[in-house]
C-alpha cells in the first residue's frame, strides 16, 4: 500500500512550516502554491488559527486522503503547540451567571434544539463546512479586479453607497477592510465553484425540469383559524361555502354572487372580503413551482390556473391557501440560468453530504444519529 504522503514531502512540509514564523495567511496561502507544484498528485490543505492575545498565527499542513489523514504543524517556542491549545481552565468554559448559577458552554449548546429539530439548520452548518472544504481545494485566488468588482457588488446589494455607510457598517460589526474583503472573496469563490459544478449541464437539466421553473401567479391567503382556511378552500373550488354561511367579522361571506359549479368565487373579491373582516391577510405573488411543490406537495406539481392549493400548515402555525391565476412557462434566460445553476448545485452538495463523515460533538447519540441519517436523504 503507497503512504497517504511520500516520506520526502513530510520532511519538506515541516521545514515549509518553520518558514511561517510571523507570516499572514494571504502570504501563506500564496506560498503553499509553490509546495502543491512540486507535489501535484498530493491533496493539500493549510489551516490556521490566530491566536487573539498575540496577534500571531499558527499553522497545520493537513494531508487528506480517503485511507484518512496527515496532520504537520511547527510551533515555536514562544507559542502554545497545537495539541495544547484546547486546553481551557473551567472557567473559560462559562457563557453566563445568573442569580450565582453558571451556564457552561455545553449547557447553553444544549438547550438548542432548534437544531435537532429541523434538519435544515443542521445541513446549512453541514453545507458551509463541504463548501469552504471544496472551496480551498480549488486554490484560486480572485484577481484584484474581480475582488473589486464583487466589493462593489456587495456594497450595491446591502445599500452601502458611501464610504461613510460602509465605515458605519462595518465599525457595527466589528469588520476591518481584510476581513471585509476576506468575506466578499469567498462568497465569489462560492459563485464561482457553483457556475464550475453547473458547467454546461444547464440546458440539459433545465430541458428535463423545465416545469419546476415555471411561475405561477397566485393569490395567497394565510389564515390563523384552520376552519377559515378550509371554508375558503371550499368556497373557492366549488362556489359555495363548506357549512350554510360563514361569518367572518362584520362580512358574511357564502356563495352570493358566485356562478357556482367548479368555476367556484373569484380569488381576487374572496381575498378582499376576507381582508376587510380581518380573517386573513392576502399577497398577489409569482412564485416557482418548485417552491409551491415544497409548500404543497404533489398537487402544485401539475397545478394549473383556476386550481386552489391548501390548506398547508406554515412553519408559524397559520394555514395557507393559494389560488393560481396564471401559469407562465419557463424559458431559460438569464434568472432562470441562475435557478438552475443553483438547484444542480443544491444536488450536488446533497451528495456530498451524503458520503460526508459527520461528527457531532454535543447532543445523545440517539438525536445526532437521527439528524446524520436526514442530512443524508
Known amino acids: 500500500m503507497s503512504p497517504i504522503v511520500p516520506p520526502n514531502l513530510l520532511d519538506e512540509a515541516l521545514e515549509w512550516l518553520r518558514g511561517l514564523d510571523g507570516v499572514p495567511p494571504e502570504q501563506a496561502r500564496e506560498r503553499l502554491r509553490e509546495l502543491r507544484a512540486r507535489y501535484p498528485e498530493t ?218 359549479g367548479a368555476s367556484g368565487r373569484d380569488p381576487v373579491a374572496l381575498a378582499t372580503e376576507e381582508m376587510l373582516a380581518a380573517s386573513a391577510t392576502c399577497r398577489m405573488e409569482a412564485n416557482l413551482r418548485d417552491d409551491l411543490v415544497a409548500l404543497f406537495g404533489a398537487p402544485a406539481a401539475d397545478a394549473r390556473a383556476g386550481q386552489v392549493l391548501g390548506p398547508a400548515r406554515l412553519p408559524d402555525g397559520g394555514f395557507c391557501v393559494v389560488s393560481v391565476l396564471a401559469v407562465e412557462p419557463a424559458v431559460l434566460d438569464e434568472a432562470t440560468r441562475r435557478l438552475t445553476e443553483k438547484r444542480i448545485f443544491d444536488d450536488w452538495l446533497a451528495e456530498q453530504r451524503r458520503h460526508a463523515h459527520v461528527e457531532w460533538f454535543w447532543g445523545g447519540r440517539a438525536r445526532t444519529d437521527e439528524i446524520t441519517a436526514a442530512l443524508r436523504v
Open 43 to 260: 491533496r493539500m490543505r493549510l489551516l490556521w488559527q490566530r491566536e487573539a492575545a498575540t496577534e500571531e498565527y499558527h499553522y497545520d499542513l493537513l494531508f487528506p486522503s480517503p485511507e484518512g489523514s496527515v496532520s504537520v504543524a511547527f510551533a515555536p517556542d514562544r507559542v502554545i503547540p497545537w495539541p495544547l491549545r484546547g486546553g481551557q481552565r473551567s472557567g473559560e468554559q462559562l457563557v453566563l451567571r445568573v442569580d450565582g448559577v453558571d451556564m457552561t458552554m455545553e449547557r447553553a449548546v444544549s438547550v438548542l434544539d432548534a437544531l435537532w429539530n429541523d434538519a435544515a439548520l443542521a445541513r446549512r452548518l453541514v453545507d458551509a463546512a463541504l463548501v469552504e472544504q471544496a472551496v480551498d481545494a480549488r486554490d484560486r485566488d480572485l484577481p484584484t479586479d474581480r475582488l473589486q468588482e464583487a466589493v462593489d457588488a456587495f456594497r450595491r446589494a446591502r445599500g452601502l453607497l458611501t464610504a461613510q455607510a460602509l465605515r458605519q457598517w462595518m465599525a457595527e460589526r466589528g469588520l476591518s477592510h481584510a476581513r471585509l474583503e476576506e468575506i466578499v472573496a469567498g462568497e465569489a469563490a462560492v459563485a464561482d465553484l457553483r457556475r464550475e459544478v453547473a458547467a454546461d449541464r444547464v440546458e440539459d437539466f433545465f430541458a428535463a425540469h423545465h416545469e419546476e421553473f415555471d411561475r405561477l401567479r397566485v393569490v395567497r391567503l394565510r389564515y390563523a383559524d384552520p376552519d377559515r382556511a378550509d371554508a375558503a378552500v371550499a368556497l373557492l373550488r366549488a362556489g359555495r361555502p363548506a357549512e350554510p354561511a360563514v361569518r367572518t367579522g362584520t362580512v358574511r361571506v357564502d356563495g352570493a354572487g358566485a356562478s357556482g
